[in-house]
């Protein structure tokens, strides 16, 4: 099984300011990561797939990028409405497609 | 607009037996994988099995296989994820989600979760 390891766990980001989230795979992954918002009280939601193809709506300052095991999410300009938790998905080897523990976005 | 609306929560008791479902709308439910994922209250998700509409063929992550299935009634366009005997460790809420049909394993629609508690 794929393990996937998401740092930090906690980040403290000011409204405006870059996040930058990280995901590690354990073994070669190639492209195939996706990344999910989960907002308090509500199911995740498809943000990235394919490591950095952005999902349809979704706004253009999230970009995914990485390959192999290194993967990183980055918030350019942090909203209001993006303080959550974010999971990375393993899709390359199965079962099961391995999720990361979640790394909280909070409000500085 | 594509749905899936996923049963009322649950209160079950240890050993009890549980069928809970996810019916798609909007789409055609024989197109895409369902998926289930489980997310114990405060922690993360685990990917837990899927089913394939069109012929009900099955995948089950090593850590759920044997204590729960998945069926799919085409008819109605739901898909069902059921035990037959509860621990308490299944307390949790359970998603369904849509396999995106571009790329495997994304998981492009979610249900709202079903929240299943099990307490004697």
């Known amino acids: 099984e794929v393990v996937m390891t998401q740092s930090p766990a906690t980040l403290s980001v000011s409204p405006g300011e870059r996040a930058t989230l990280f995901c590690r795979a354990s073994?070669?992954?190639?492209?195939?990561l996706a990344w999910y918002q989960q907002k308090p009280g509500q199911a995740p939601r498809l943000l990235i797939y394919?490591?950095?193809t952005r999902a349809t709506g979704i706004p253009a300052r999230f970009s995914g990028s990485g390959s192999g095991t290194e993967f990183t999410l980055t918030i350019s300009s942090l909203q209001s409405e993006d303080f959550a938790v974010y999971y990375c998905?393993?899709?390359?080897?199965?079962?099961?497609?391995?999720f990361g523990q979640g790394t909280k976005v909070e409000m500085k | 607009e594509v749905r899936l609306v996923q049963s009322g929560a649950e209160v079950k008791k240890p050993g009890e037996s549980l069928r809970i479902s996810c019916q798609g709308s909007g789409y055609t439910f024989t197109n895409h994988w369902i998926t289930w994922v489980r997310q114990v209250p405060g922690k993360g998700l685990e990917w837990m099995a899927r089913?394939?509409?069109?012929?009900?063929?099955?995948n089950y992550s090593p850590s759920f296989q044997g204590h729960v299935t998945l069926s799919i009634d085409k008819s109605i366009a739901t898909a069902y994820l059921q035990w037959s005997s509860l621990k308490a460790s299944d307390t949790a809420i359970y998603y369904c989600?849509?396999?995106?049909?571009?790329?495997?394993?994304?998981?492009?629609?979610w249900g709202r979760g079903t929240l299943v508690t099990v307490s004697s």
């Open positions: 089913i394939d509409p069109t012929d009900s063929y099955t």
């Open positions: 073994q070669s992954i190639g492209s195939n």
């Open positions: 394919s490591a950095s």
């Open positions: 989600a849509r396999r995106f049909r571009m790329v495997q394993g994304v998981l492009d629609f």
């Open positions: 998905q393993q899709c390359n080897d199965w079962p099961p497609y391995t």
